[in-house]
Each structure stands twice: as C-alpha cells, then as structure tokens.
C-alpha cells in the first residue's frame, strides 16, 4: 500500500511539472506579446500561427547551443548553480494544496520559506563561481535585495499564520469561502505584490542585470543550457507568486477555473508593469525595504497578535 501511495505521489509530481514548464514556456509568449502591444508593435509572430510555437523552437535554440565556460571559473559549482536554481524554484510548486499527496501540507508555509531562503544561494554561487566582476556584482545586488524583501514578505506570512492559526496552505481554503482576504488585508496585499516584484528580480527591481553597468547581472557568462535553466526558474517563480497571490487573497478555490484566471491575471500584472514602470534607484530599493514595508507588515503582525490575544480573552 505505501508503495503504491508513493507511486501516486510521483505521478501527480511529475504531472504537475510538467503543466508548470508549459505554463512557464506560455508565460514568456504572453510577456513578449503584451510588450510589443505596449510599445505599439507586434510580438513574436512568424513561428506558426501567431507565433505561438515560438517558446519550444526558443528551447530547441538554446539548449543545442555549444555550452561555453569561462576559463577561470569554479567550474562545478557555476555548472549545477543553475540546475539547482531551477530544482528548488520546481520544487515549491509541491507545496500546493491539491490534495494530490504531495509533500508538507500541515506546514507548507514554513517549507516555503525554507525553500525561498535557499534560493538565494544559488543566486550567489552563479555569480561567484562565474569569476567575472560583473557577474560578482549582480549576484551581491540580488543577494541583497532578495534577503532585504524576504523579511518583509516572512512578516507578512507570520501575519496570516496567526490570523488562521496554522501553518497550512489548505486553511486559506476554508477560511475564504466568505471573504476574500484582499478585503480584509489591502495593504499587506500591495505589499505581497511589490515585494514578489523585488523577490524573482522583476522590473522595477532588476538591479541584478542593470544593462548600463552590469550588462546581464549574475548569469552573464552563461550560455545555452545554463542560461536556459536560469530563465525557467525566474519565470516559475513569477507563476508560483501569482498563484501564491491568489491562495492568500483571492479565495484559494483551485478546483475552480475562476482561480486560474485571477492566477493569469496576477502574472499579467507583472508584465505590465514591467512595460510602464522604469527602474527604481538602488538606495531607494533598500529605503523601501527597511524603512517603509518592514513597519506597515511588522505592525501588522502586532495588531493581529493583538486581536488574537483579546478574542482568546474573550473566549475565556
């Protein structure tokens, strides 16, 4: 019997992989596609019909590039920083609360949290290992960055372990069959936003590839497969924010299509504004972090440990 759980378990693991690196190669057609409309254009659009196979031949391109690697680099670690920059950005995607026996549902908040700290080692080593100035300062940019937003983000999550008393995913479900959180929690729910923008490195926050002075950020000595990889991790993490938006503030129903179509539009959101908004001066990055979003989250943290407090009292 525990085989056969364990082989259930696999397949729907597999299964939603692979819909994951689907949806991902879909992801950039629409990115390209709402860009080049933003700046009064077309996007890709001569690889089939309307462009639409244009992600896969994409792919093929890059990954039967010749694979070059720097002379003076740390060869191992900057050949499997990506691979592993893409398993733990894969690797979230378990933690949804499907029902499917996947991993952690009674403290999926928490796995998430281990597995978004860990991504910034990754970020590091590839910018480190590659023995290029550029690339070492992009990576300390976005280790940075990343580490001043996950406090923020960690606060914000500690919020909602509080409000309903656990640590799983699963309890956003029941909670909202009434009220959206996003009602109740507007301001954590612009922060949670802005902070994912800051979180996978978007625009207006991509410090890490600043093209003026640091031409591509930290991956900017990979090529073909290594480049391929890191990309695939940047825009899985873009989906599992938005679907993560949507768990927390938007009724969590994920047997409903009307869950993926707000999922769609939270990923569209981050496209959009990276085709309206210029990049944000560094200081002002780190000023936002510390100075604006970490005492708006940390007092909400305290006023929900204060409700919580006065309604135990009440109750005894």
Same mark, same amino acid.
């Given at each position: 019997?525990?085989?056969?759980?364990?082989?259930?378990?696999?397949?729907?693991?597999?299964?939603?992989?692979?819909?994951?690196?689907?949806?991902?190669?879909?992801?950039?057609?629409?990115?390209?596609?709402?860009?080049?409309?933003?700046?009064?254009?077309?996007?890709?659009?001569?690889?089939?019909?309307?462009?639409?196979?244009?992600?896969? +031949?994409?792919?093929?391109?890059?990954?039967?590039?010749?694979?070059?690697?720097?002379?003076?680099?740390?060869?191992?670690?900057? !050949?499997?920083?990506?691979?592993?920059?893409?398993?733990?950005?894969?690797?979230?995607?378990?933690?949804?609360?499907?029902?499917?026996?996947?991993?952690?549902?009674?403290? +999926?908040?928490?796995?998430?949290?281990?597995?978004?700290?860990?991504?910034?080692?990754?970020?590091?080593?590839?910018?480190?290992?590659?023995?290029?100035?550029? +690339?070492?300062?992009?990576?300390?940019?976005?280790?940075?960055?990343?580490?001043?937003?996950?406090?923020?983000?960690?606060?914000?999550?500690?919020?909602?372990?509080?409000?309903?008393?656990?640590? /799983?995913?699963?309890?956003?479900?029941?909670?909202?069959?009434?009220?959206?959180?996003?009602?109740?929690?507007?301001?954590?729910?612009?922060?949670?936003?802005? /902070?994912?923008?800051?979180?996978?490195?978007?625009?207006?926050?991509?410090?890490?590839?600043?093209?003026?002075?640091?031409?591509?950020?930290?991956?900017?000595? !990979?090529?073909?497969?290594?480049?391929?990889?890191?990309?695939?991790?940047?825009?899985? /993490?873009?989906?599992?924010? /938005?679907?993560?938006?949507?768990?927390?503030?938007?009724?969590?129903?994920?047997?409903?299509?009307?869950?993926?179509?707000?999922?769609?539009?939270? +990923?569209?959101?981050?496209?959009?504004?990276?085709?309206?908004?210029?990049?944000?001066?560094?200081?002002?990055?780190?000023?936002?972090?510390?100075?604006?979003?970490?005492?708006?989250?940390?007092? !909400?943290?305290?006023?929900?440990?204060?409700?919580?407090?006065?309604?135990?009292?009440?109750?005894?």
């Amino acid at each position: 019997m525990f085989y056969l759980d364990l082989l259930v378990s696999l397949v729907c693991m597999i299964l939603l992989l692979v819909c994951v690196l689907i949806g991902v190669a879909f992801l950039t057609l629409l990115e390209r596609k709402v860009l080049g409309y933003i700046q009064i254009r077309k996007g890709p659009n001569k690889v089939g019909f309307m462009g639409i196979p244009q992600p896969f +031949s994409d792919a093929i391109k890059l990954f039967s590039k010749e694979q070059t690697f720097p002379l003076l680099s740390n060869y191992i670690m900057y !050949y499997y920083s990506p691979v592993m920059s893409l398993f733990l950005s894969l690797f979230m995607w378990m933690i949804i609360p499907y029902l499917l026996n996947l991993f952690m549902f009674n403290l +999926s908040m928490l796995m998430f949290l281990c597995l978004t700290s860990m991504g910034v080692y990754t970020v590091m080593i590839a910018g480190w290992s590659s023995n290029s100035s550029y +690339s070492m300062l992009g990576g300390m940019r976005a280790v940075a960055q990343t580490i001043s937003y996950e406090v923020s983000l960690g606060l914000i999550f500690m919020s909602f372990m509080v409000l309903i008393g656990g640590f /799983s995913l699963l309890d956003f479900f029941i909670y909202q069959e009434i009220i959206w959180l996003i009602f109740l929690c507007l301001p954590l729910a612009f922060i949670w936003f802005v /902070s994912s923008l800051a979180e996978t490195n978007r625009t207006p926050f991509d410090f890490a590839e600043g093209e003026s002075e640091l031409v591509s950020g930290f991956n900017v000595e !990979y090529s073909s497969g290594g480049f391929a990889l890191i990309f695939l991790s940047e825009y899985s /993490s873009i989906l599992f924010m /938005s679907m993560l938006f949507c768990i927390l503030f938007l009724g969590s129903n994920l047997f409903s299509v009307f869950f993926y179509l707000e999922m769609v539009l939270i +990923s569209f959101l981050f496209i959009w504004v990276r085709g309206t908004m210029p990049r944000y001066r560094y200081d002002k990055l780190m000023y936002l972090a510390w100075k604006s979003f970490l005492p708006v989250s940390l007092n !909400y943290l305290f006023l929900y440990l204060g409700f919580k407090f006065f309604l135990c009292s009440l109750l005894i």
